[in-house]
């Protein structure tokens, strides 16, 4: 599972150069596509256990053209638009399209989504890591343009110092489709 996790947040580093609007132009936000800006989505991230922190940021989505993988990333504060990444990453994929309004598990035995936590993404040998073992990723509302939801989930996290214990990432998240997302799975 952790490698699962690494290869996520390997996929994410992709992510990076994107532009944060969607194909459409809907930069509103409002799931209609015709919105007329660049707007990102919001997140807000708490996370507790062996490693506490928390942090208000944006977010944004991806599918595959031929809807084979879709990711979710939520970084602290604004969108990085240099490739640079620094701060906390909450990042969450799936082998598959777009999902529906529902609940998924972050169960290892089923593999519905696969999620991952990053303390300090420029400095992942100090940094904190957490790939997911259980928990929940709930999508209130899921259109071409914008995901919502809220998530919670648990694994046991490490840093540079060796284990840190068991540690809980929980938070909600309105995501704007990105363009430029990469096609490969998780």
Do not use: H, K
């Not at 899921?142 to 990432?169: C, E, L, M, W, Y």
């Amino acid at each position: 599972m952790l490698r699962l996790s690494f290869r996520l947040l390997f996929t994410l580093l992709l992510v990076l150069p994107l532009a944060a609007c969607d194909s459409d132009g809907d930069g509103d936000g409002d799931g209609d596509g015709n919105g007329n800006g660049t707007n990102i989505g919001s997140s807000s991230v708490t996370v507790s256990g062996g490693f506490s922190s928390s942090f208000d940021g944006s977010a944004v989505f991806g599918v595959a053209e031929d809807g084979s993988s879709f990711s979710i990333g939520i970084f602290e504060g604004a969108l990085p638009t240099s490739g640079n990444l620094n701060g906390e990453l909450v990042a969450f994929g799936r082998n598959g399209d777009r999902p529906s309004p529902g609940t998924y598990s972050f169960d290892p035995s089923d593999m519905d989504f696969t999620a991952a936590y990053v303390s300090d993404f420029a400095n992942t040998t100090s940094g904190t890591f957490l790939g997911s073992s259980s928990g929940t990723l709930t999508i209130t509302s899921s259109s071409s343009d914008r995901v919502a939801g809220s998530f919670t989930f648990t694994g046991q996290a490490i840093s540079g110092g060796g284990p840190v214990g068991a540690v809980t990432v929980a938070g909600t998240f309105s995501a704007e489709f990105a363009t430029n997302v990469p096609s490969t799975g998780f």
